[in-house]
């Protein structure tokens, strides 16, 4: 049963293997899925052929999520070419290894790029697409990390953009109220990932030795907890961790 078929959706960071497969996931489901990419539009046209392979229409589209002018077009683009907007996935980050220990080498500008890239964007996105998602009584669906809910991650910044992504959850689950749904997952370690691989080997180990189910999180796991927000219409503000059951993210 395609339960999502007739919604539209918009996946930032597309591109990438978290936010490929949750694209592919719900073309699976029926939704048409607008993929977004900066960078990397190679790997978008991958996803975008998984989601036609999937059975379901779609669009790549390129979106730099520091540039509040980028964000206002995307919008607009999908609105113009769809006429509505039901689910939006702030999936797109950005993260540089650097170990908590090291202050000097996380440089103001490092900061900046971090925060602005996985807070203050998935902010001005939720806020630009606000009155389409009201409109369509539709979903948000942040992906934070488990870095956000304890302190271990590929950086300091990294993990505090996390953590202020989590309370944005919260908090925007309250100012789009009672019209939208507002609600985030916070994968750990996830093999094979471009984030993954930057994260410094030694908090790689960490996670693969601490997870109490001997395997770190999955794809597949992450994909599917965004179509169960997507299918629940009395869930808000809530974060969820799949880490393989990671006991300082156990919450």
Request: hydrophobic fraction near 45%; charge should be negative.
């Given at each position: 049963?395609?339960?999502?078929?007739?919604k539209?959706?918009?996946?930032?960071?597309?591109?990438?293997?978290?936010?490929?497969?949750?694209a592919?996931?719900?073309?699976?489901?029926g939704?048409?899925v607008?993929?977004?990419?900066?960078?990397?539009?190679?790997?978008?046209?991958?996803?975008?052929?998984?989601?036609?392979?999937?059975?379901?229409?779609?669009?790549?589209?390129?979106?730099?999520?520091?540039?509040p002018?980028?964000?206002?077009?995307?919008?607009?683009?999908?609105?113009?070419?769809y006429?509505?907007?039901?689910?939006?996935?702030?999936?797109?980050?950005?993260?540089?290894?650097?170990?908590?220990?090291?202050?000097?080498?996380?440089?103001?500008?490092?900061w900046?790029?971090?925060?602005e890239?996985?807070?203050?964007?998935?902010?001005?996105?939720?806020?630009?697409?606000?009155?389409?998602?009201?409109?369509?009584?539709g979903?948000?669906?942040?992906?934070?990390s488990?870095?956000?809910v304890?302190?271990?991650s590929?950086?300091?910044?990294?993990?505090?953009?996390?953590?202020?992504?989590?309370?944005?959850?919260?908090?925007?689950?309250?100012?789009m109220?009672?019209?939208?749904?507002?609600?985030?997952?916070?994968p750990?370690?996830?093999e094979?990932?471009?984030m993954?691989?930057?994260?410094?080997?030694?908090s790689?180990?960490?996670?693969r030795r601490?997870?109490v189910?001997?395997?770190?999180?999955?794809?597949?796991?992450?994909?599917?907890?965004?179509v169960t927000?997507?299918r629940?219409?009395?869930?808000?503000?809530?974060?969820?961790?799949?880490?393989?059951?990671?006991?300082?993210?156990?919450?």
């Open positions: 049963m395609n339960v999502l078929k007739g539209v959706a918009l996946v930032t960071g597309g591109s990438g293997s978290i936010g490929g497969a949750i592919e996931r719900l073309a699976l489901e939704a048409t607008v993929v977004s990419y900066v960078g990397f539009e190679e790997g978008a046209e991958r996803t975008l052929d998984a989601v036609r392979k999937a059975g379901a229409d779609g669009m790549t589209l390129a979106l730099d999520q520091r540039d002018e980028s964000i206002e077009s995307a919008i607009r683009q999908v609105v113009d070419q006429s509505r907007l039901d689910i939006l996935v702030n999936n797109a980050a950005w993260n540089i290894g650097i170990p908590f220990p090291d202050l000097d080498a996380l440089t103001p500008d490092i900046d790029q971090v925060l890239t996985n807070l203050r964007g998935p902010f001005l996105l939720a806020r630009a697409a606000s009155p389409a998602l009201k409109a369509s009584q979903y948000v669906i942040n992906i934070s488990a870095g956000g304890s302190p271990g590929s950086s300091i910044a990294y993990s505090s953009s996390k953590a202020g992504l989590n309370h944005l959850t919260r908090c925007l689950a309250v100012g109220a009672p019209e939208v749904k507002v609600n985030c997952i916070a750990g370690l996830v094979g990932t471009r993954a691989n930057r994260l410094p080997e030694r790689a180990e960490g996670a601490q997870a189910l001997k395997r770190v999180g999955a794809l597949e796991d992450i994909a599917e907890q965004v927000f997507c629940s219409d009395s869930v808000t503000g809530q974060t969820i961790v799949i880490d393989g059951g990671m006991p300082g993210a156990m919450r």
